[in-house]
């Protein structure tokens, strides 16, 4: 298949978009993108003592393994040095590359419908109350053993969305022609269906 086609799924951490982003990418045939990870890289790179605008412009495929850039350090990371200019610009021409591949594209992040892909077919905003979110990510958390505490996980999770809405450059916040799905109330698979329900039609335009 030549054909492109974008889905830009982007919110607030632990929302659900990684989730309903791999789904739609499954569902539709098409490739996926996680564009946290690359700033987690640079964020974990930046941890060892590395310039974060040089760990952005040599990331390697290898950087972005391994499952230590999961953990709550790095999201710090990821999300301070994600303010830096110099860093998102570096990342820019990959994730635009990455989004018009032939055969479809998911990305998911927090600028992807509003300055990564301005023209994406489908932008899904996924969102859900910070308490939600919290919940989430301390059963996540506490199931492989993490020693932290719900009311660490919130306030964490409270910081980071603090610093990702309120920078200058690129900001977290839902595209205008972006349809937005709170995830507070809804099980994952009906927050799948609702996503899919949001693109099937546009498909077939
Ligand atoms: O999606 P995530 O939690 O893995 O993202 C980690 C941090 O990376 C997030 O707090 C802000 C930053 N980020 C960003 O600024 N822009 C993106 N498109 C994706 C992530």
């Known amino acids: 298949m030549t054909e492109t086609f974008t889905i830009a799924v982007d919110g607030p951490a632990a929302a ?3 989730t309903i982003a791999k789904a739609l990418a499954e569902h539709f045939g098409f490739a996926h993108l996680d564009t946290g990870l690359l700033y987690r890289a640079v964020g974990a ?18 950087d972005l393994q391994g499952d230590d850039l ?21 990342l820019l021409s990959f994730q635009r590359s990455f989004a018009c591949r032939a055969g479809g594209a998911v990305l998911d992040g927090r600028d992807i419908g509003t300055v990564i892909c301005p023209q994406a077919n489908a932008k899904l905003f996924v969102t859900a109350s910070p ?3 919290a919940d989430r990510r301390f059963a ?10 719900r009311a660490q ?7 980071r969305d603090e610093r990702d809405q309120d920078r200058v450059e ?3 916040k839902p595209a205008e022609d972006a349809i937005v799905i709170d995830t507070t109330e809804l099980a994952i698979d009906d927050a799948i269906a609702a996503a899919i329900a949001v693109v099937e039609p546009l498909r077939v335009r």
Do not use: F, M, N, Y
Not at 80 to 88: L, M, S
Not at 140 to 149: F, H, Q
Not at 153 to 159: G, I, M, N, R, Y
């Open 131 to 133: 308490e939600t979110r």
């Open 153 to 159: 996980v919130l306030a964490d999770v409270k910081e």
């Open 140 to 149: 996540e958390l506490a199931a492989k053993g993490a020693a932290t505490s």
């Open 45 to 62: 790179k930046h941890l060892l003592g590395v310039d974060p605008a040089k760990a952005s412009q040599t990331l390697t495929a290898e």
């Open 70 to 90: 999961r953990g709550p350090e790095v999201a710090q990371a990821a999300s301070k040095v994600a303010v830096i200019p110099e860093v998102r610009a570096a």
């Open 16 to 18: 659900g978009k990684g």
């Open 170 to 172: 690129a900001p977290l």
